[in-house]
T-cell receptor, first 112, second 113 residues
Framework: NAGVTQTPKFQVLKTGQSMTLQCAQD?????MYWYRQDPGMGLRLIYY???????DKGEVPNGYNVSRLNKREFSLRLESAAPSQTSVYFC???????????FGEGSRLTVL | RKEVEQDPGPFNVPEGATVAFNCTYS??????FFWYRQDCRKEPKLLMS???SGNEDGRFTAQLNRASQYISLLIRDSKLSDSATYLC????FGSGSARQLTFGSGTQLTVLP
């Protein structure tokens, strides 16, 4: 049972570099989410996708773009990384509006 | 005021103690509630959903008070393995906001031997 798989697990970038975080789920969930978590702080929603083909901004979308490639995959792109984007990024999926949120193991990103 | 607020913590309790966490929410239209557990540097995992009538799962009891807009989590007979951060999560369906789920900032619990 893979659940939600994120890659890469660790990444170090220089300011201005770009990268894409990949996320895939095998639970046939409609909704997928990207969160960031800074040290000692709660989860903040970056973007979410209620269903294939739709995406919406969350609380902190600036500096990020997303793509819901298909029902399984939801990627997060940093076009020009900044040190303020150093964080742990979690992808999650959810079967229904009242259902449990399943998280990936996280991607730890450091921007120098 | 934050949409979801939790006890600031940290809570340091001895093994065997009973500990309670509260979480308040500001949107009266909130419809479902959850407690998640997050171990250090790991992903959050669902501990339990919170039902209107209250619910219990072993040593854990969750309660909802809609009138006062808070949920609580009670842990009895604390174990060392209960040491983690506990996140309160509130779902507001159809709020018109992109955010369907709002997370509290978490309460850190350390159970001491």
């Amino acid at each position: 049972n893979a659940g939600v798989t994120q890659t890469p697990k660790f990444q170090v970038l220089k300011t201005g570099q770009s990268m894409t975080l990949q996320c895939a789920q095998d639970m046939n969930h409609n909704s997928m989410y990207w969160y960031r978590q800074d040290p000692g702080m709660g989860l903040r929603l970056i973007y979410y996708s209620a269903s294939e083909g739709t995406t919406d901004k969350g609380e902190v979308p600036n500096g990020y773009n997303v793509s819901r490639l298909n029902k399984r995959e939801f990627s997060l792109r940093l076009e020009s990384a900044a040190p303020s984007q150093t964080s742990v990024y979690f992808c999650a999926s959810r079967g229904g509006w009242a259902g449990e949120l399943f998280f990936g193991e996280g991607s730890r990103l450091t921007v120098l | 005021r934050k949409e979801v607020e939790q006890d600031p913590g940290p809570f340091n309790v001895p093994e065997g103690a009973t500990v309670a966490f509260n979480c308040t929410y500001s949107n009266s239209a909130s419809q479902s509630f959850f407690w998640y557990r997050q171990d250090c540097r790991k992903e959050p995992k669902l501990l339990m959903s919170v039902y209107s009538s209250g619910n219990e799962d072993g040593r854990f009891t969750a309660q909802l008070n809609r009138a006062s807009q808070y949920i609580s989590l009670l842990i009895r007979d604390s174990k060392l393995s209960d040491s983690a951060t506990y996140l309160c999560v509130v779902n507001t369906f159809g709020s018109g906001s992109a955010r369907q789920l709002t997370f509290g900032s978490g309460t850190q619990l350390t159970v001491l031997p």
